[in-house]
């Protein structure tokens, strides 16, 4: 290549590197690609290139095109895959009927941002989007909760385990000492719906959720569980169990879980109602995990999602609402001594949010592990926006 076309195109490509490094602040790259360029730019050294190239044989020649080609193709992918776009196989069914088990869907970094030292709080950020996430998105994230596992148990979730037999031993001691911990990276991948963002209130009644007082009628995709009226004609009875994924037997009546696209389909709506626990029957089992708060599955809130910035006035009573996002998310020391509220050993009233969080659910909700059973999501857990499948599995 003569040498003022070479070194126009070396500019060229230096320019769109430093754009690149300007964007995602990754300065490794930047310091690999920049030597590679100053190879090709220099003329002594170019030379040398073009006469090393010319000596060999056209069988090396070959070998090493691919060789290069290969390296190349697998930057470019790591690229891809870490600040764009990346693959995600679906491995439970809390997204029926949206997603299916098996299922590959393409995950989108690129709209909400690529994030950036997602292990720091308080040095994490998002790289600029086109976007941004919202109510409704699909997103892939680490599972909050997933900073611990037992390494005889590594497919449960620790905390719930703990949780449902806070009362008495669960594990053998052997196993307590097995607890291993998982940065933020490396943690278990789940796909849920967003259902609110930072600074929404939160609010739901009989399975129905209420978004800043205003209520959201559940998505055509979501399932819930439902009884079979008496009057309904046999016939009719009959179908709607064979559009039922499970259905069982309750103080005389039948129980079916069906979508909410499906039921409009056939025209179910006066032949069901909705099957939902009792307002005020508590579950130890959903977030918060207080006595104080007489929440279960299908009535819980209200509750403010915590948004970046933000300051909220700290008391016994709301503790237990932010106590994980102060402590594991943000990595904050905090007790209660007296009555009073320490964070760092400072007694305090008030904490300011420094990320900010989600509240998510899966389309599946009788079969759904979500925020319900641990709360918030925060943003350096979020992978992605899920743009769509790849892979069906029928």
């Given at each position: 290549?003569p040498?003022t076309k070479?070194?126009?195109?070396v500019?060229v490509l230096?320019?769109l590197?430093?754009t690149?490094?300007l964007?995602?602040y ?9 030597s590679l360029?100053?190879?090709?730019y220099h003329p002594?050294?170019?030379s040398?290139?073009?006469a090393?190239?010319r000596?060999?044989s ?6 090493f095109e ?6 190349l193709?697998?930057?470019l992918?790591t690229?891809l895959?870490?600040y764009f ?5 679906v491995?439970s069914?809390s997204?029926?009927v949206?997603?299916k088990?098996g299922e ?8 909400a941002g690529?994030p950036?030292?997602i292990?720091?709080p308080d040095r994490?950020r998002r ?9 409704n998105?699909v997103?892939?994230?680490h ?9 005889s ?8 385990l703990?949780?449902?037999y806070k009362?008495k ?16 990276k ?6 849920k719906?967003?259902i609110?963002?930072?600074g929404?209130t939160?609010l739901?009644r009989?399975g ?7 209520k959201?009628?559940?998505?055509p ?5 439902y ?5 309904t ?6 179908v ?5 994924r499970?259905?069982?037997s309750?103080?005389n009546?039948v ?5 909410n ?5 056939n025209?179910f709506a006066s032949l069901?109602?909705r099957?939902?626990l ?13 006595s ?6 299908d009535n819980?809130g ?5 948004q970046k910035g ?8 709301n503790?237990?609402l932010?106590?994980r ?6 990595k904050n020391r905090l ?11 400072t ?20 079969h759904s592990f979500?925020s319900?059973y641990?709360?918030f999501?925060?943003d350096?857990?979020i992978?992605?926006i899920?743009?769509k ?5 029928n």
């Amino acid at each position: 290549m003569p040498t003022t076309k070479r070194q126009y195109v070396v500019v060229v490509l230096f320019f769109l590197l430093v754009t690149f490094t300007l964007w995602s602040y990754d300065w490794i790259s930047f310091l690999l690609f920049t030597s590679l360029l100053t190879l090709f730019y220099h003329p002594k050294t170019y030379s040398k290139i073009e006469a090393f190239w010319r000596s060999k044989s056209s069988k090396t020649k070959n070998i090493f095109e691919w060789i290069i080609a290969g390296l190349l193709g697998i930057i470019l992918l790591t690229l891809l895959n870490h600040y764009f776009y990346s693959v995600y196989k679906v491995r439970s069914t809390s997204m029926l009927v949206s997603y299916k088990t098996g299922e590959l869907v393409l995950v989108d970094k690129f709209k909400a941002g690529s994030p950036v030292n997602i292990n720091n709080p308080d040095r994490f950020r998002r790289l600029k989007g086109d976007g941004s996430i919202e109510r409704n998105d699909v997103i892939v994230f680490h599972f909050p909760e997933g900073d611990s596992i037992l390494k005889s148990r590594k497919n449960d979730s620790y905390y719930y385990l703990k949780r449902q037999y806070k009362d008495k031993p669960f594990l053998k001691k052997e196993e307590f000492d097995n607890i291993s911990y998982r940065p933020v990276k490396l943690r278990t991948k789940y796909i849920k719906r967003v259902i609110a963002l930072p600074g929404d209130t939160v609010l739901f009644r009989e399975g129905t959720g209420i978004i800043n007082g205003v209520k959201k009628p559940p998505l055509p995709s979501v399932i819930q569980k439902y009884s079979i009226l008496d009057n309904t004609p046999y016939g009719k009875r009959q179908v709607i169990l064979n559009y039922s994924r499970n259905q069982y037997s309750k103080n005389n009546k039948v129980v079916v879980e069906l979508s909410n696209s499906e039921i409009e389909k056939n025209s179910f709506a006066s032949l069901i109602t909705r099957e939902t626990l009792p307002l005020n029957l508590p579950d130890p089992n959903i977030f918060p995990f207080s006595s104080s708060y007489f929440w279960n599955k299908d009535n819980f809130g209200p509750v403010v999602i915590p948004q970046k910035g933000v300051t909220v006035k700290l008391t016994l009573s709301n503790l237990p609402l932010f106590k994980r996002v102060i402590t594991a998310y943000e990595k904050n020391r905090l007790r209660v001594d007296w009555n009073t509220i320490y964070i760092n050993n400072t007694p305090t009233e008030e904490y300011t949010f420094k990320m900010n969080y989600y509240w998510v659910m899966g389309d599946n909700r009788p079969h759904s592990f979500d925020s319900r059973y641990w709360g918030f999501v925060p943003d350096n857990h979020i992978i992605g926006i899920v743009e769509k499948k790849v892979f069906g599995n029928n």
